[in-house]
Each structure stands twice: as C-alpha cells, then as structure tokens.
C-alpha cells in the first residue's frame, strides 16, 4: 500500500508518479497481474528516500528547537535566582 500520489505532496517521486499512474491507465487488467510492478517497486524506493530525507530534515529541526529550549530555560532560570 501506498500514500496518495498526489505529486505536489512527493515532489521527488514525481515523475515515477506518473509513470506508474500511466501504467495503470494503459493496462487496466494486466495491472492485477503485475504488468506495472517494477514501477511499484521503484515508487515504493523512491518514499522511503523522501520519508528518510524529511525524517532527517525534521530532526535537525528538533535538535535547534531543543537548544533554542534549553537556552530560554537557562537563562529563565538565571532570572529567577537574582
């Protein structure tokens, strides 16, 4: 199973995207009979790619915001002791 594949929600899949919606269009029942699964392989490749980028991007944001925390907490602490 796969997430919607709406192309301005996976970017990067794009043009797999299409390809592997072409496919489906163009083989209707052979679909069922994996006419287009190298492409499924392919697309499937390619989410985990984007699911490990974002999952990177969205931890070196939470590492900032966890610095960014402990600065404030620091400094409120540093308030509240004068």
Avoid: V, W
Wanted: net charge positive.
């Amino acid at each position: 199973m796969h997430p919607p594949l709406t192309l301005h929600r996976h970017p990067m899949c794009a043009d797999i995207i299409e390809e592997f919606q072409k496919c489906h269009a163009d083989h209707p029942i052979a679909k069922f009979f994996g006419e287009c699964t190298e492409l499924k392989i392919k697309l499937d490749r390619c989410f985990r790619q984007e699911k490990a980028l974002k999952r990177k991007a969205n931890f070196e944001e939470s590492k900032k915001f966890k610095e960014r925390l402990q600065a404030y907490r620091k400094d409120e602490a540093e308030k509240d002791s004068q």
